[in-house]
Antibody, heavy 125, light 109 residues
């Protein structure tokens, strides 16, 4: 059974960085892209970026480019998301999600079929 | 970037009602559209992928339709456990900028 287990809640001061982990089990870690999605209080879901664990290839949302870094440790089946220069607007619940993508008719389809439980990051002085 | 607009942003319904949520893309995305259900304090759940394919384990009262720019999620007979927020997501530009719609909150009337 697929499981994505995230690290615990964090409280950070403005200007600091936070690093959230996502440990995968129940499947071949290097075979599926991992995405990061956040939800600020009262807001909707927001895609931040992703990593292809087999080679470390990353893609980032333009909104977070330069502030977010996604990495992975294939020996431990863990993906990480680090967000820097935090402000109160970064207070949110951060989720990792597995992309069970597939190819159909020459086109790649993504679908987030398994999600981590979420990590609450609070930015406050 | 592709923008996704959902409507309505919220609705009130009764158990047994037929509920329809729409999602519009700012440009054609073929059928690269997913729907998720999200309840507070839990992880989002994939309901529909590729616009109309039902994810394994999801009740058949959920269905999706549409292509290009206009999409619909339908719940044929609303159940108590269906009260939640629903999001569409375009994956046309995968693996870049996989944007979500703003969400539709389905509440009890």
């Amino acid at each position: 059974q697929v499981h994505l287990v995230q690290s615990g809640a964090e409280v950070k001061e403005p200007g600091a960085s936070v690093k959230v982990s996502c440990k995968a089990s129940g499947y071949i870690f290097t075979s599926y892209r991992i995405h990061w999605v956040r939800q600020a209080p009262g807001q909707g879901l927001e895609w931040m970026g992703s990593i292809w664990p087999v080679d470390g290839n990353t893609q980032y949302s333009q909104k977070f480019q330069g502030r977010v870094t996604i990495t992975r440790d294939t020996s431990a089946n863990i993906a990480y998301m680090e967000l820097s220069s935090l402000s109160s607007e970064d207070t949110a619940l951060y989720h990792c999600a597995r992309d069970w993508g597939y190819n159909s008719g020459g086109k790649w389809y993504s679908r987030f079929d398994s999600w981590g439980q979420g990590t609450l990051v609070t930015v406050s002085s | 970037d592709i923008q996704m607009t959902q409507s309505p942003s919220s609705l009130s319904a009764t158990v047994g009602d037929r509920v329809t949520i729409t999602c519009r893309a700012s440009q054609s995305i073929s059928t690269s559209l997913n729907w998720y259900q999200h309840k507070p304090g839990t992880a989002p759940k994939l309901l529909i992928y590729a616009a109309s394919s039902l994810q394994s384990g999801v009740p058949s009262r959920f269905s999706g339709s549409g292509s290009e720019t206009d999409f619909t999620l339908t719940i044929s007979s609303l159940q108590p456990e269906d009260f939640a927020t629903y999001y569409c997501q375009q994956t046309y530009s995968t693996p870049r900028e996989l944007t979500f719609g703003g969400g539709t909150k389905v509440e009890i009337k």
